[in-house]
């Protein structure tokens, strides 16, 4: 007990030991929080509740390794329960997936796969893409899901062309998805939820063993999670939430803030501990980011505090351009290393990937070492994902997307004529896709090369999922080495397949260590896990190379020193996202995020003018600039940029006349704007009309965006707002 509870403060020991009845905790950045989750965990078994009683819920699994590793540290006993949401909902649905339609051996659809079955159906149903791009749809129906609403609840809501749409794709994807025992992402939740509401049996079942549930980041949960997590603590109440709604930033995904704002509404008999107490960063830092997040109405009011020291001013530099801009941090990054700052411990953040490519073109220019985290993640890859395909549909041959991804890769003489005789026989006969590859009357509708490449793959996936439940690495080596993959990549002779070869064998790396700390699953485990594994769990955080993220990728890390990139209007607050109020809170959550991840330097950048998409944009600073109190920051290149101004949004100095210039044309017709006008659209914020011509009935229109380049629209159906 003394190991457990000693070197605790005593916000901290009163999170720890407090064992019955609901528990919340606000934890504000850098103060501790993991450490309580962990100590928790422990002090629970010592105080003799079994480890299979203990459910503990992170939000990723890199964050669930280090609570594993540190629970173990402090005691002997193992079996809690503790993993990500979604991994832990996977796993309740592979013991009881058959009590709601599907098997237990469904796959697990990640993003990607999601918008490639989207595309499909929005091509059976001639959707066309120039308006309706398949991502936006796929989020539309991911939200939808986080708030717990089916296909026809959704449909019966949807009031625009757009939700309209969307939700008839929803209807056709979910019925595709179970034809293929499939679920992905947002399902897991879902059916979890729908689960444990409308199944007594199973309810009581996992209530019985999860007598203490803990979950952490509370904030960023959505509907179906606070509906799972509710479900399970109704008879005992036994549940402690951890989390900040001052870091709540993901509600464009689902998140709802209320879920933490109003837990103590739903557990009126709740202990509430705030730690407050930071140990990361700076006063100074810490000052200025409270001085920022106390404009923010939706929270819980309090100020962070630390005992380390003053430490250097916050400097802000305002840059000519975003080249100006690069140049500018890649010597920041210089200094820092030059001052013996590790280049591990060195972070750079930008609201949107688009600006990162300045500053790698000037970080290759240097010499300087770099990785980006959050890019095309490992298991994202296409040579990754296809050989994960071949073994996917070894374990579950209904998943007809996962099969039509390797039909012809490599080539085998399967192209879109032999896929669509494989498609049309199925659908007819009532088969999958993968039985029609042996069937004879496919075959004999075949020319020799297609009937032979067909009748190889079903053998080869067939010959894995013979030994599907055995050692993961075996399995992987049988789909690379026995397809001719890495034989086709091999024949190029091209460095970039050569990388995709060296990809390959770190994936058969990968099963092997699954192999290893996993002895008992099967190859159904080792693909769930590259399936719910995000860009920030294969992120090699001992590799000393700066890193270059997002500010959404960076929640939970910390650095020594921080540069944040692209603090310009419609940069941060986004011109997507500051419609509302409530979307303006979570653009300065987003900032505040990001502010806080520092340790001992932070440095800010403004860019007057940006090229994005090949046209010149003039900018304002970031109004959020303002809100940091002006004796925290050290100015560079404009020395009255923080005089006082009537308007947040107003300039910090007069904007640069603009590098283009557009000509007006007569409107199409009257209603119909003209070029030159400010435009907003729901999806990609504010724009300039650049051409406007008849179409028919309808005018279509070219739409200049900041962030999202030019898009063909149709003036009639795209719902825009004049500026």
């Not at 549940?239 to 709802?256: K, L």
């Not at 500010?551 to 996202?577: R, T, Y």
Request: aromatic content about 8%.
């Amino acid at each position: 007990m003394p190991d457990i509870l000693d070197d605790l403060t005593d916000a901290q020991k009163q999170a720890v030991s407090h064992i019955n009845g609901p528990l919340l905790v606000i934890a504000g950045p850098g103060s501790g929080k993991t450490r309580v989750i962990t100590r928790r965990i422990a002090y629970l078994l010592y105080c003799g509740i079994r480890p299979w009683n203990i459910l503990a819920i992170t939000f990723t699994n890199k964050a669930a390794a280090e609570m594993r590793r540190r629970v173990e540290s402090l005691v002997t006993e193992k079996g809690v329960w503790l993993s990500t949401f979604h991994a832990y909902c996977a796993r309740v649905l592979r013991e009881f997936a058959p009590r709601l339609g599907f098997g237990k051996d469904f796959t697990i659809y990640d993003a990607s796969d999601s918008i490639r079955l989207i595309q499909q159906i929005m091509k059976e149903k001639e959707i066309p893409t120039d308006n309706v791009k398949p991502r936006a749809v796929q989020s539309i129906i991911s939200v939808a899901k986080g708030d717990f609403r089916t296909p026809d609840e959704f449909a019966a809501e949807a009031t625009d062309f757009m939700s309209r749409t969307a939700a008839g794709v929803y209807t056709a994807y979910q019925e595709a998805l179970r034809s293929a025992n499939a679920m992905d992402f947002d399902d897991l939740l879902m059916k979890t939820a729908q689960l444990l509401r409308d199944d007594a049996e199973t309810l009581e079942k996992l209530r019985q063993r999860h007598q203490f549930i803990l979950v952490d980041e509370f904030q960023d949960t959505s509907r179906s999670q606070y509906m799972i997590v509710g479900l399970l603590a109704a008879s005992h109440r036994n549940i402690c939430v951890t989390g900040d709604p001052d870091q709540s930033i993901y509600g464009w995904r689902g998140a709802d803030i209320s879920n933490i704002l109003e837990f103590e509404s739903d557990y009126p008999e709740a202990k509430v501990v705030y730690l407050d107490l930071n140990y990361r960063s700076t006063r100074t830092i810490l000052d200025a980011a409270n001085g920022l997040v106390s404009k923010n109405e939706l929270r819980k009011e309090r100020t962070l505090s630390t005992d380390n020291p003053v430490g250097d001013k916050i400097r802000m530099s305002f840059c000519e351009d975003n080249r100006d801009e690069a140049a500018q941090i890649t010597r920041t990054v210089r200094e820092l290393l030059d001052q013996g700052t590790a280049a591990r411990e060195i972070a750079i953040f930008y609201r949107v990937n688009a600006l990162s490519r300045g500053i790698e073109e000037k970080f290759i220019e240097s010499g300087l070492p770099y990785q980006i985290i959050g890019g095309t993640e490992f298991y994202g890859r296409r040579e990754v994902k296809d050989i994960l395909a071949y073994l996917r549909v070894a374990v579950n041959p209904s998943d007809e997307t996962s099969l039509l991804r390797v039909i012809n890769a490599p080539p085998r003489g399967l192209g879109p004529k032999a896929v669509e005789t494989i498609l049309t026989f199925a659908k007819e006969t009532k088969t999958t896709a993968f039985e029609s590859l042996a069937s004879q009357q496919v075959l004999d509708q075949l020319p020799p090369r297609g009937a032979a490449g067909a009748r190889a793959l079903h053998a080869l996936v067939s010959s894995i999922a013979r030994v599907a439940t055995g050692n993961a690495a075996d399995r992987v080596r049988m789909a690379v080495s026995r397809s001719g993959y890495t034989d086709a990549l091999k024949s190029t002779g091209r460095g970039e397949d050569k990388d995709r070869v060296a990809n390959l064998d770190e994936l058969i790396n990968a099963a092997v260590l699954f192999d290893q700390e996993s002895p008992d699953a099967a190859l159904a485990g080792f693909l769930e896990q590259s399936a719910l594994a995000s860009d920030i769990d294969t992120w090699h955080d001992k590799d000393d190379r700066v890193n270059l993220m997002t500010m959404h990728a960076a929640k939970g890390l910390e650095f020594d020193a921080v540069l944040i990139a692209g603090l310009d209007e419609g940069i941060l607050p986004h011109s997507a996202s500051a419609h509302t109020q409530a979307q303006l809170e979570e653009e300065r959550r987003i900032f505040f995020v990001a502010m806080t991840r520092a340790r001992k330097q932070l440095f800010l950048y403004h860019s007057e003018s940006r090229l994005l998409n090949g046209t010149w944009f003039n900018n304002n600073p970031s109004r959020f600039l303002r809100e940091i109190p002006p004796l925290l920051i050290e100015e560079q290149g404009a020395p009255h940029a923080f005089a006082p101004a009537g308007h947040p949004s107003a300039p910090f100095r007069a904007a640069r006349p603009p590098r283009t210039s557009v000509s007006f044309v007569p409107e199409g017709r009257p209603g119909v704007p003209a070029v030159g006008t400010r435009v907003r659209h729901m999806e990609f914020g504010a724009g300039t009309i650049r051409s406007v011509a008849p179409q028919g009935q309808w005018h279509k229109m070219t739409v200049q965006f900041p962030i999202y380049g030019e898009k063909k629209l149709i003036f009639e159906k795209a719902r825009l707002e004049i500026l």
